[in-house]
């Protein structure tokens, strides 16, 4: 099994950045792929980006590509995403996720984070 807890949310300025951090605990971290995903109020949860188990691979979602950065260090059992340049419509509750398959659907993800919250103001 794997658990994850997100962590690095918060209220930002528009043009600001943030780190979120997902910590992940149990033994197979490393040997699955990674994503990030978001949910705004009344929207459904979409993905952000993912990264193979081995970092070798990264995807992104149009709407963050060029100012999002997702990264791991498999050594300490840590992905974290790097957010540049937000604006108020990346305010949502972000969360991490684990699965062995890649892909960019939440029913890849085989394990949750509990979601952290950015909030973007204008």
């Known amino acids: 099994q794997v658990q994850l807890v997100e962590s690095g949310g918060g209220l930002v300025q528009a043009g600001g950045s943030l780190r979120l951090s997902c910590a992940a605990s149990?033994?197979?971290?490393?040997?699955?792929?990674m994503g990030w995903f978001r949910q705004a109020p009344g929207k459904e949860r979409e993905f952000v980006a993912n990264?193979?188990?081995?970092?070798?691979?990264?995807y992104y979602a149009e709407s963050v590509k060029g100012r999002f950065t997702i990264s791991r260090d498999n050594a300490k059992n840590t992905v974290t995403l790097q957010m540049n340049s937000l604006k108020p419509e990346d305010t949502a509750v972000y969360y991490c996720?684990?699965?062995?398959?890649w892909g960019f659907g939440a029913s890849m993800y085989d394990y949750w984070g509990q979601g952290t919250q950015v909030t973007v103001s204008s």
């Open positions: 996720a684990a699965g062995i398959n």
């Open positions: 149990g033994r197979t971290f490393s040997s699955r792929h």
């Open positions: 990264i193979s188990w081995r970092g070798a691979s990264t």
